[in-house]
């Protein structure tokens, strides 16, 4: 029962991955920064990019970071490891696996896409159509730890713009859902909103030495 839970997580875990690289470098390959794709007036498909930190800190820090994130992917897999071996419920082990599987995604971009591509150009209009290369013969955009994480769901649900009287945001746009996201953060994101409606006692029993919590 337990090595057939271990297929099923590596399964998911293996899906997720293959599924957010593979659109990535679909992306990379096919659009220009900033270009986008109507599927419906709440969806569109638009490629950005970002460096997988907040705020802009420098690459010094963003190595430091990735790195970190790289030990912390380690300490899920042994975490994974124990949920499995003490009989933890499948469901609880997807959420952690969920989230493991999207760390590991953007991980990947941070870690090579600075090396196995080239710059996207900006999407232009009026400008000869052109996009990123995978393994260009000239090198990457950067070097290694210092790649951008590729994004590509944007969802803009719907949008309005304030009333004037409004202190602060009097007059301005809002638009809902206006962040852009990619697979591994819709897995990680996934991952912990099922773990905090569904599985909050079972995160604190989970971290005791002799208890169990059997399928």
Not at 25 to 34: P, V
Not at 109 to 121: A, E, Q
Not at 133 to 149: A, D
Request: aromatic share 22%; proline share 3%.
């Amino acid at each position: 029962m337990k090595k057939s839970k271990g297929l099923w997580i590596i399964l998911i875990i293996l899906l997720i991955l293959v599924a957010d690289q593979a659109l990535k470098i679909w992306i990379k390959t096919h659009l220009m920064l900033y270009q986008e794709i109507r599927v419906a007036d709440w969806f569109y498909i638009r490629f950005v990019e970002n460096n997988g930190m907040a705020m802009g800190i420098e690459v010094v820090a963003k190595i430091f970071l990735t790195f970190f994130r790289i030990i912390a992917s380690f300490g899920i897999v042994y975490y994974l490891w124990r949920l499995l071996k003490r009989g933890f419920k499948m469901g609880y082990i997807v959420c952690i696996a969920l989230i493991f599987a999207g760390a590991v995604g953007n991980i990947f971009d941070s870690i090579f896409y600075g090396v196995i591509f080239n710059d996207s150009p900006v999407f232009n209009e009026y400008l000869p159509f052109e996009t990123a290369t995978l393994f260009p013969p000239e090198g990457g955009y950067s070097s290694w730890f210092q790649g951008k994480v590729v994004d590509m769901f944007y969802f803009p649900l719907f949008e309005f713009n304030w009333p004037s009287w409004i202190p602060f945001f009097g007059g301005e746009k809002f638009v809902f859902f206006q962040y852009i996201f990619n697979i591994a953060d819709a897995s990680i994101s996934v991952g912990i909103i099922v773990l905090i409606l569904f599985y909050r006692q079972t995160f604190s029993i989970s971290f005791e030495k002799k208890k169990k919590i059997c399928s």
